[in-house]
């Protein structure tokens, strides 16, 4: 069933009993580019007897699942996320996965103030619960934002590389590059001590110590409270445990905003508020706190019985400002309090959106790889560029684009027409490390300490904290960690490229994983074809080899999977949502993931503004391939083999004619690039001579295709220049979105 997002209803789309392939219903731009895409995917898949059924794992979706008691029986929906999450771990799962927003708070009010608009009896978001009622509505909540999508369908490993069509296209049409200058004085800024990194603990439990473990806070007067029980550890599994000191944190933000100032550079924070969800908000709210440090010491205590938290960003604190009695006054503090700080980086200089606004508006996977691109320019207030002060606290993987930076001032910019790649085989199955880690993170309620307490009674872990210390726990299963490994190997194996384990020996976590991985090579008898590196030497590496047109395997953890994903993509091609990302799950099944979608809310307001998408689905046709080679390759299917072939062909065919969209209005968008894909299929797929049936199925839709060219441009190209009604943002209306998405009726005929 497909949610009908304007009225309530369900909308019978197809059907979706015993799918072969399930395309996942998401939010923004792809969801839009969804619209347009999937009836092809589904008319062409028609053909050959698959079907293609749909679950939807948007925001809106999960908080609709999340309070079934509270809506009308038409408004209900399933709980897909759970669903599919029992489905990844069977043998025949085939998911084609697009990308979905991991919420942050800011996020997440907006969704539901939307869905309550639109007649959803939910209940408000609790900011500071005081009731149980209020509590248990928080919990629930609390289990939809950030990354509540990837840890529970990423059941398998990660292989990402650039797919060999979009790599070629990608050298052959090199992407702009910003210039460097070996005097720029862009540069990171992370913690001298006293972070994650500096007190992580870790350790390999043995099958004696697994079991029911519990986190406990050991309170100075020796009273205990349990803030996690029943905490289930296995045998050979990493556990590791660690903490960011508060007031370090507080020192070091102060410290940055004074010397970008005597630098006369701007001031950017760097997180991932949005997949850590525990964290990474708190440490933003800090650096908001920093910003604004002589307000909040002035009117903290007003600030907080008026709800205000620094940690939903600087766009609310302000915006709840104005509503206070003596509001003129704290704001006229507040503008001169910002004449004297230094220019802060901007995420919109037009509407006046800094670097602190929304915490999940600088997404640090997604603004580092750009502003690296960029020649290490940012845009300040007035919209000019300049060098920038990248404050990114924590010191697990702040390296990686220090290095990076560093190594771009010594040799100047990379040339994507001769650069090679950087593949990744990323460790994240069940959870792994530090993105599996929102259960298990706290922030210290007083002085004291905070220690794991294992089944057999061991204390594994224990940390001395202060109030407001940010502490968590990660672990990283002894089966995904294994397949990590043999993943590696197979893909060296297959490939024959520099391959290197970005471990630290140094940290604690890694040290733990190095432990696994030196046997394992010495067993395998390909010890000499891999090497292990700390990040920052494996990010030189890295850079050295593709700089010289050569190929590199970064084999990572969960975080730096995710990282590298973005830079060494963006550099190289330009974006990262043109990724081949395929996840082979442990018990056999299959996810392909579509790529990024860090910049999709600034496409979603140009369809709004100007009804152009310039959404770019290449990651879609990517996936959509390998899953039907997949599907030919599980389950025997020919036809499969034969669509998946052609889809292929067609993916070529957009690349090779320049069929990607545009950016400005009035030129081809994601529409156009939809007819132009199923135009190529069509025809590949008349060519072929593998099935015959095929082959006169789809000759007269290819015929129809090309005759009615100019036909369909047109009625394209006339639906755009007005607004792009779509009924909602984050719960848009089935039958508007289709409206937009689907705008010429000729197209729409032909697959009828």
């Not at 999340?66 to 025949?92: I, N, Y």
């Not at 390759?633 to 998946?644: E, F, R, T, W, Y």
């Not at 135009?679 to 295709?705: C, N, V």
């Amino acid at each position: 069933m497909v949610r009908n997002s304007g009225t309530g209803k369900v909308n019978h789309m197809a059907d979706q009993s015993n799918p072969d392939i399930i395309y996942t219903i998401v939010d923004e731009a792809p969801e839009l580019a969804s619209a347009s895409f999937l009836p092809i995917i589904r008319s062409f898949a028609d053909a050959a007897g698959i079907k293609v059924g749909t679950k939807d794992i948007s925001l809106a979706g999960r908080i609709i699942a999340t309070f079934p008691e509270k809506l009308t029986e038409e408004q209900r929906q399933s709980d897909d996320l759970a669903e599919l999450g029992e489905l990844v771990k069977t043998p025949g799962a085939n998911v084609i996965k697009l990308p979905n927003i991991s919420a942050s708070v800011p996020q997440l009010v907006a969704a539901i103030e939307e869905l309550k608009a639109q007649g959803y009896d939910l209940p408000d978001y609790p900011a500071e619960p005081k009731t149980d009622e209020e509590k248990a509505v928080r919990a629930r909540y609390d289990g939809i934002k950030g990354s509540a999508v990837n840890p529970v369908l990423r059941e398998g490993n990660s292989d990402r590389r650039a797919a060999k069509a979009v790599k070629n296209y990608a050298q052959k049409n090199p992407h702009s590059m910003g210039k460097w200058s070996s005097d720029s004085k862009t540069h990171v800024s992370s913690m001298p001590g006293d972070d994650f990194y500096a007190n992580e603990a870790s350790a390999t439990l043995s099958a004696d110590q697994a079991g029911a473990a519990k986190i406990e806070f050991v309170a100075k007067d020796g009273s205990i409270s349990i803030l996690k029980d029943g905490w289930m550890l296995t045998d050979g599994e990493v556990v590791d445990a660690t903490f960011l000191s508060a007031k370090a944190l507080d020192a070091f933000l102060a410290n940055e905003i004074e010397k970008t100032k005597n630098d006369g550079i701007m001031f950017s924070l760097h997180m991932k508020a949005t997949m850590m969800k525990v964290s990474d908000p708190i440490i933003f709210g800090h650096a908001v706190k920093a910003w604004m440090g002589p307000i909040f010491e002035k009117y903290g205590e007003a600030f907080a019985s008026a709800g205000i938290s620094p940690n939903s960003g600087m766009g609310d604190v302000l915006a709840r400002i104005a509503s206070l009695p003596n509001a003129a006054e704290i704001q006229a503090e507040i503008d001169a309090l910002a004449a004297d700080r230094p220019a802060i980086y901007m995420v919109d200089s037009d509407k006046g959106i800094t670097n602190l606004h929304v915490p999940s508006d600088v997404i640090i996977d997604a603004s580092m790889p750009a502003l690296i691109r960029a020649g290490g320019k940012g845009w300040d207030a007035k919209g000019e560029k300049g060098d920038v002060n990248c404050v990114i606290p924590d010191n697990c993987y702040a390296s990686i684009y220090d290095e990076a930076i560093s190594f771009f001032k010594a040799n100047g910019a990379l040339d994507p027409s001769t650069a090679g790649t950087v593949q990744n085989v990323g460790l994240m199955a069940q959870k792994a490390e530090e993105y599996g880690s929102h259960p298990t993170t706290f922030e210290a309620p007083a002085d004291g300490t905070i220690r794991i307490v294992l089944a057999n009674g061991d204390v594994l872990h224990s940390h001395e904290v202060e109030a407001g210390d940010i502490w968590r726990s990660s672990t990283a299963k002894k089966a995904p960690i294994e397949n990590w490994i043999q993943l590696a190997l197979d893909r060296q194996r297959l490939t024959g490229f520099e391959a290197i384990f970005w471990l630290d020996a140094n940290r604690a976590h890694d040290a733990e994983l190095i432990n696994y991985v030196k046997p394992a090579l010495e067993a395998a008898g390909v010890a000499d074809k891999f090497q292990i590196m700390a990040p920052r030497e494996a990010t030189r590496a890295s850079l050295e080899t593709i700089t010289a047109g050569k190929d590199s395997i970064a084999i990572t953890g969960n975080v730096l999977r995710d990282y590298l994903t973005d830079l060494f993509p963006i550099l190289e091609l330009g974006t990262s949502a043109k990724m081949l990302s395929i996840v082979k799950l442990m018990n056999g099944g299959g996810l392909f993931e579509t790529g990024a979608g860090g910049s999709a809310p600034k496409h979603v307001q140009q369809l709004i503004e100007q009804n152009h998408l310039r959404w770019d689905s290449m990651g879609e046709f990517c996936a959509l391939g390998e899953s039907l080679n997949f599907l030919a390759d599980s389950k025997g299917n020919s036809k499969a083999a034969v669509l998946g072939a052609a889809a292929e062909a067609a993916t070529q065919g957009i690349l090779d004619n320049n069929r990607s969209p545009s950016r400005k209005v009035g030129e081809p968008d994601n529409r156009d690039s939809h007819y132009w894909f199923a135009r190529y299929w069509a025809d590949a797929l008349a060519a072929q001579s593998d099935d015959s049936e095929l082959a006169a199925h789809f000759a007269p839709i290819a015929k129809a295709l090309a005759e009615k060219e100019s036909d369909i441009l047109k009625e394209l190209a006339e639906a755009q220049g007005g607004a792009g009604d779509i009924g909602g943002y984050y719960h848009p209306s089935v039958e508007k979105k289709a409206a937009v998405m689907r705008p010429s009726a000729t197209l729409n005929a032909i697959f009828s």
